[in-house]
Antibody, heavy 117, light 106 residues
Framework: EVQLVESGGGLVQRGGSLRLSCAVS????????MNWVRQTPGKGLEWVSY????????YYADSVKGRFTVSRDNAKQSLFLQMNSLRAEDTGVYYC??????????WGQGNLVSVSS | EIVMTQSPTTLSVSPGERATLSCRAS?????LAWYQQKAGQAPRLLIY???TRATGIPARFSGSGSGTDFTLTISSLQSEDFAVYFC?????????FGGGTKVEIK
């Protein structure tokens, strides 16, 4: 059974940092690209970042470029999102998703990130 | 950026009736997916490639369209189908979603 379990969200002050993690099981992690997608009150569903299976290629939404970094540890079957210089508009639920490679067949349960001003 | 526009915002339908949801892209796309989201849950993939049902998705869900205009049809609404539906283009970066259509009980 495919499972994606996110962790690391919470409340942070504007300008602060958070690191999201996504632990996966039930498939060969290194064979799949992964994406982060967020759902915010202001923009609805918004794609955030992409990383290929080997971890050698990444893409970001313009709204997070230069502030967020996606990475993965294939040995530990884990995906990460380092979020720096957080803004109020980054508040939302962040989903870890498996990509095929750029549509999403499995989603995690979501992790709430709240940025206070 | 390719802007995805969904209509209507809300669709009121009686159980057993047909629902037709629209998604329009600001430029031609070849790759489109549809997702269903119920309250408090993550989205679930319904359709990819504009018309291919994902694994386990009932046949009452069908996708059609090409270019800039796409449609998701639910042939006979069941109680579990009342939810919000999103389209997503994966033709170009950045990947973008529509604003969603809420299908509610009439």
């Amino acid at each position: 059974e495919v499972q994606l379990v996110e962790s690391g969200g919470g409340l942070v002050q504007r300008g602060g940092s958070l690191r999201l993690s996504c632990a996966v099981s039930g498939f060969t992690f290194s064979s799949f690209s992964m994406n982060w997608v967020r759902q915010t009150p202001g923009k609805g569903l918004e794609w955030v970042s992409y990383i290929n299976g080997a971890g050698t290629t990444t893409y970001y939404a313009d709204s997070v470029k230069g502030r967020f970094t996606v990475s993965r540890d294939n040995a530990k079957q884990s995906l990460f999102l380092q979020m720096n210089s957080l803004r109020a508009e980054d508040t939302g639920v962040y989903y870890c998703t498996r990509g095929l490679p750029t549509w999403f067949d499995y989603w995690g349960q979501g992790n709430l990130v709240s940025v206070s001003s | 950026e390719i802007v995805m526009t969904q209509s209507p915002t809300t669709l009121s339908v009686s159980p057993g009736e047909r629902a037709t949801l629209s998604c329009r892209a600001s430029q031609s796309v070849f790759n489109l997916a549809w997702y269903q989201q119920k309250a408090g849950q993550a989205p679930r993939l319904l359709i990819y490639g504009a018309s291919t049902r994902a694994t386990g998705i009932p046949a009452r869900f069908s996708g059609s369209g090409s270019g800039t205009d796409f449609t998701l049809t639910i042939s006979s609404l069941q109680s579990e189908d009342f939810a919000v539906y999103f389209c997503q283009q994966y033709n170009d970066w950045p990947l973008t979603f529509g604003g969603g259509t809420k299908v509610e009980i009439k």
